[in-house]
Structures are given as structure tokens and as C-alpha cells.
């Protein structure tokens, strides 16, 4: 915590003409800006990281065996449910043929195929997408 008071100390101290002495209750004070802005980054960091499982928490389901994610009313995916539940991770199936292909771990589903909808086919050809999420 930052003691504002110091600032008075410091101008008070500069006032009187002892230099020295404000000089190093102003390095002190950097330091300890410097502290704790390295710590508010940090917790933005983790601020971040919450709202995202929050996020996920809220908007991925699982549905036909697969993940899929809802956002602003778009449903993505489907996501490969071997990837998720191992990793944590969000990797986008790709359809190939008349199975879905996993481009990370390489896990074709083919059962479920003729269970999605035509809307939210995945585009043939299109790059894997991993999306940054935790668990
Ligand atoms: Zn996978």
C-alpha cells in the first residue's frame, strides 16, 4: 500500500533543504510504485483469467458428444470433447470427408456427424483454431 502521506514528507524534506534525505525517501517511494504496479498487473492477469472461466462457465455446453461455445448468440464449434476434457483446451473439429477430425490430437468422430445441424457444419479446409481457456 501506498502511504500518500510520504509526498508531504518528501516536499517538507526538500523544503528544509535536506536533499539527501528526500532523495531517498523519493527512490523509496519509486520502488515501491514500481511494486505495485507490478502487482496490479498481475492481478489484471488473474482478474482476466477468472472472467474467462466465468465466461466459459456460462456459454460452453456440451451437445451430440462435442463442446460448443456460445458467443454473442453464434454457436462455435464443435469442439473436440478428447481435447477439453484432457487439456482443458477448445480445438475446433474439422470435417473431413464424413468424419470430424480433431486437428490437435487427431481423434475422428464418426457417429455423430449425421446429429449436426447443417448451420453449424464446419467449414472444409478451414485452420484449426485453438482458443486460450482453461478448464
Ligand atoms: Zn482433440
Not at 517538507?12 to 511494486?35: N, P, T, V, W, Y
Not at 464424413?98 to 464446419?122: G, I, N, R
Request: with cysteine; hydrophobic share 40%; glycine share 4%.
Amino acid at each position: 500500500m501506498l502511504d500518500y502521506r510520504r509526498f508531504k514528507q518528501i516536499n517538507d524534506l526538500f523544503a528544509s533543504g535536506k536533499l539527501e534525505q528526500a532523495r531517498h525517501l523519493l527512490m523509496e517511494m519509486q520502488s515501491r510504485c514500481i511494486a505495485l504496479r507490478d502487482e496490479m498487473n498481475m492481478l489484471k492477469v488473474r482478474l482476466q483469467t477468472f472472467e474467462d472461466i466465468l465466461y466459459l462457465s456460462q456459454n460452453l455446453y456440451e451437445e451430440y458428444g462435442f463442446y460448443w461455445l456460445r458467443t454473442a448468440g453464434v454457436k462455435q464449434g464443435p469442439f473436440c470433447a478428447h481435447c477439453y476434457e484432457s487439456e482443458g483446451a477448445l480445438i475446433r473439429l474439422e470435417k473431413q470427408h464424413k468424419v470430424l477430425l480433431c486437428p490437435y490430437c487427431s481423434t475422428s468422430y464418426k457417429s455423430v456427424v449425421h446429429a449436426m445441424p447443417e448451420s453449424v457444419e464446419p467449414l472444409a479446409g478451414r485452420q484449426a483454431r485453438i482458443l486460450p481457456f482453461a478448464k
